[in-house]
């Protein structure tokens, strides 16, 4: 059976992770350059001004090992999210970032949280549970490969290493899991086989036995002499 979202090819499928990740090495270019910090503008917990790193957190990184361990998965997610799930992909991706900052903020330690690691765990959650809850086959089967490349990340959803926001990873993992389940119905689902009925059908009872229908025509047997027995 066709399925009845077929995936295609869209400009966003490779546009919007190159435009993602090419971002955010510029403006870590920028801050090298001219010798700036933008660490002050990531998530800063429950106050007004670390408010805004709900935003911008996203693209801000402490270094380029940081900003590279990112930047891969980052890639390998948003072009898997644009492809396979593109009728909610700007939604996810939106609303996910802003989701994953808001809770962080309101969960995490009094520090700077920066990082694009909240849209890596947001992304990776989505992608690995909708696989799971849709039962399509081909997002089952990405869903084994995500969790093949990246399933050592679950890990650091936990406080296990120092200096690393695992409140931001969490709030990411969870927001990710919630929009799969919200949006589970939209695009590729697993459809289940509609039997109909045909006329070859007709010719069994409820309960299976061989019933073809007698149709005699009446006017033929008078006219042809013959007894009709009913």
Known sequence: MEDKHKIKLTK??????????????????IEIKCNLNFNKYGVYPRTFEGFRGVFLTHFI??????????????????????????????KVLLFGA???????????????????????YLLFSF???????????RLVALSLIIIFLY??????????????????????????????????????VKQVHQFKETEFDLLFDEQGNFCPPLEVDLNESEESGKEINL
Do not use: C, Q
């Open 12 to 29: 966003s499928f490779l546009l919007v992770p190159i435009v993602y990740v090419v971002s955010i090495w510029v403006l870590y270019l």
């Open 151 to 188: 399933g050592s990340m679950i890990w650091y959803i936990l406080p296990i290493k120092d200096g690393m926001s695992w409140e931001g990873h969490l709030s990411g993992f969870l927001t990710g899991f919630v929009f799969a389940i919200i949006y589970r119905k939209k695009g590729i």
């Open 98 to 120: 802003f989701f994953t900052g808001f809770l962080t903020w309101l969960i995490a330690r009094e520090s700077y949280h920066i990082g694009a690691s909240g849209i890596v």
């Open 127 to 137: 992608v690995f549970f909708s696989g799971i809850i849709r039962k399509h086959y």
């Open 61 to 90: 990184h402490s270094n380029t090992s940081h900003l590279f361990n990112n930047s891969v998965p980052l890639f390998v997610l948003l072009s898997s999210l644009f492809y396979f799930y593109k009728e909610v992909a700007y």
